[in-house]
């Protein structure tokens, strides 16, 4: 179905992008364009928005970016991308927070220590936005958010509003029962009160152990592959010998070696071609087929 390009003008404006680089809104910084990319500022927008595609059904929902691998030919339709009206935090009563799904869970996490919330210290270790880590059941040493969730508000991409309480979501490692083809809008989480410098003092030496494990300042997007049960992704690559593979100018970190890194002026296709590779090699050394925690979507190329 073809789109009527003035009419979106007309309606969203500046809220409207037509062949938008993805390429700037992943970690990676790789990827093609998108057909049509829409920001957001508010739910009223989002209803009119999806009201006005109906029928236009490939549309997919981008986070932060920080575990999305966006390949070289872009996406061929929508791409919805909350806008910084969704980036809020409010303490609607003592013991719950309601956060924008737009909200980085860092930003989260030093809200907390600031107003001596605790459990939200592991999120201080995570890249991306609550919306993507509660889609993901994102977690680390040991917490999850799904531990710490009461409810989210969401909208479908047929336009419905919809609450799920917590008991109504099925989480698992790395993953939730939600239908993709949900936005989530914001989270109602719980807001236990504990000692603020012990807090600090937990964020300090996550954070410590996270420089010290995992590699900064560099073009990846987080863990590569979900750890299987009773096993590490990344000792399986070791073991398989994968640690010093290369794909063009895709490689994987020595730091850590379930983190692929664009080292300048590789492809998504290089990425890609990497993970299959890896993927191959620990299925033939250890019998296990290990199971991607990165998201990839769109199409391998111009033509797609």
């Not at 791409?79 to 927070?97: A, C, T, W």
């Not at 609450?163 to 698992?172: A, D, M, T």
């Amino acid at each position: 179905m073809k789109l009527n390009k003035i009419k979106l003008l007309d309606k969203f404006g500046k809220n409207i992008i037509f062949k938008e680089d993805l390429s700037k809104y992943s970690w990676f910084n790789l990827g093609g364009p998108a057909e049509i990319f829409f920001k957001p500022d508010s739910i009223e927008q989002i209803i009119d928005f999806l009201g006005t595609i109906k029928n236009f059904h490939k549309i997919i929902c981008l986070g932060a970016g920080s575990n999305t691998l966006i390949r070289d030919g872009g996406f061929k339709g929508v791409v919805i991308k909350l806008s910084p009206k969704f980036s809020y935090i409010d303490r609607i009563e003592k013991n719950i927070l309601e956060v924008g799904a737009g909200t980085l869970d860092k930003t989260l996490s030093r809200f907390a220590a600031d107003n001596s919330i605790t459990n939200f210290e592991f999120l201080s270790c995570i890249p991306g936005s609550i919306g993507g880590a509660i889609m993901m059941n994102s977690g680390c040493y040991g917490d999850e958010i799904s531990n710490i969730l009461i409810s989210i508000k969401t909208i479908d991409f047929n336009g419905n509003l919809k609450e799920f309480k917590r008991s109504q979501i099925k989480f698992n490692y790395r993953g939730t029962n939600l239908p993709k083809d949900l936005i989530i809008l914001s989270a109602k989480l719980q807001a236990k009160t504990g000692d603020k410098s012990l807090i600090y003092e937990k964020i300090k030496n996550y954070i410590a152990n996270k420089k010290n494990s995992q590699p900064s300042q560099i073009k990846t997007c987080g863990s590569t592959f979900k750890n299987p049960k009773d096993k590490k992704a990344w000792e399986l690559i070791k073991d398989s010998n994968c640690n010093l593979l290369s794909f063009g100018k895709a490689s994987i970190s020595k730091k850590h070696c379930n983190f692929f890194v664009n080292e300048g002026g590789a492809s998504s296709e290089d990425i890609e071609k990497l993970i299959e590779l890896v993927r191959q090699k620990v299925l033939e050394k250890s019998n296990v087929r290990l199971e991607l925690e990165l998201k990839i979507v769109g199409d391998t190329n111009n033509n797609g």
